[in-house]
């Protein structure tokens, strides 16, 4: 038995958005802040263009301190994850903020070595 049209709406929309890789996400929040793949890079922990690369084409898989910091910068890390938004897109991108927020991670990295 089909359930209601709101819920048959909602697992086709689930699985839609599953079908689109992190990767792809990832690439699809970079653009939309208009930045390249190095601009963005140098925003992160790993700093490398080749390193974002490798996240966008899914050969590897971004890491909680890479996700934090890239949502300081702007990016919309749920839809990212999961493929969904739950509130409208995210504020533009704000170097100076992301800035703090890695001058602040790097501190406190530094403080428990």
């Not at 992190?22 to 925003?43: D, K, P, S, V, Y």
Request: hydrophobic fraction near 40%; glycine fraction near 8%.
């Amino acid at each position: 038995m089909l359930g209601s049209m709101e819920t048959n709406v909602s697992i086709v929309k689930h699985l839609m958005a599953a079908s689109v890789s992190i990767g792809t996400r990832l690439r699809e929040e970079r653009e939309r802040l208009g930045l390249n793949q190095e601009a963005f890079a140098q925003m992160t922990p790993s700093g490398t263009r080749q390193s974002q690369s490798n996240y966008e084409k899914d050969a590897r898989s971004p890491d909680a301190r890479y996700l934090a910091t890239i949502a300081a910068a702007g990016v919309d890390v749920l839809y990212v994850i999961t493929g969904e938004r739950k509130t409208a897109a995210p504020a533009a991108f704000n170097p100076i903020l992301l800035r703090q927020v890695v001058e602040g991670a790097e501190t406190a990295l530094r403080g428990k070595r």
